[in-house]
């Protein structure tokens, strides 16, 4: 089972940032993505960013592309694994509650920002940009 804690999140008016960090811990080895999601009240959960554990292979939706960046500590490798979230010049648009989740996907195969693709979600942390 992997264990996903999101941190970060806050309110910041547009133009600013903020940095989401997601801990993963125990088992990690069995996943080979994680990735960070949003969703608000009524609306589908959407892929914002995706990133291939230990290597430096990332995914981005075109709303957030030049904008947000994904990264990764993976220096303790196949027992944790820290992904973040760099979003810089926000827009009230970002306004969500953002969650971090890990899966092992077929490489080439299977959508990196297709939420129905993850296994293991965090409990998510709210991000509100203020016009």
């Known amino acids: 089972q992997v264990h996903l804690v999101e941190s970060g999140g806050g309110s910041v008016q547009a133009g600013g940032s903020l940095r989401l960090s997601c801990n993963a811990s125990?088992?990690?080895?069995?996943?080979?993505?994680m990735g960070w999601f949003r969703q608000i009240p009524g609306k589908e959960r959407e892929g914002v960013a995706a990133?291939?554990?230990?290597?430096?292979?990332?995914?981005?939706?075109?709303a957030v592309k030049g904008r947000f960046t994904i990264s990764q500590d993976n220096s303790q490798q196949n027992t944790k694994n820290t992904v973040y979230l760099q979003m810089d010049s926000l827009k009230p648009e970002d306004t969500a509650m953002y969650y971090c989740?890990?899966?092992?996907?077929?490489?080439?195969?299977?959508?990196?920002?297709?939420?129905?693709?993850?296994?293991?979600w965090g409990r998510g942390t709210q991000v509100t940009v203020s016009s």
């Open positions: 989740a890990a899966t092992r996907l077929r490489v080439g195969y299977d959508d990196p920002l297709d939420s129905t693709n993850y296994n293991y």
């Open positions: 125990a088992s990690i080895a069995i996943t080979n993505i």
């Open positions: 990133i291939w554990i230990g290597v430096s292979s990332t995914h981005y939706a075109d």
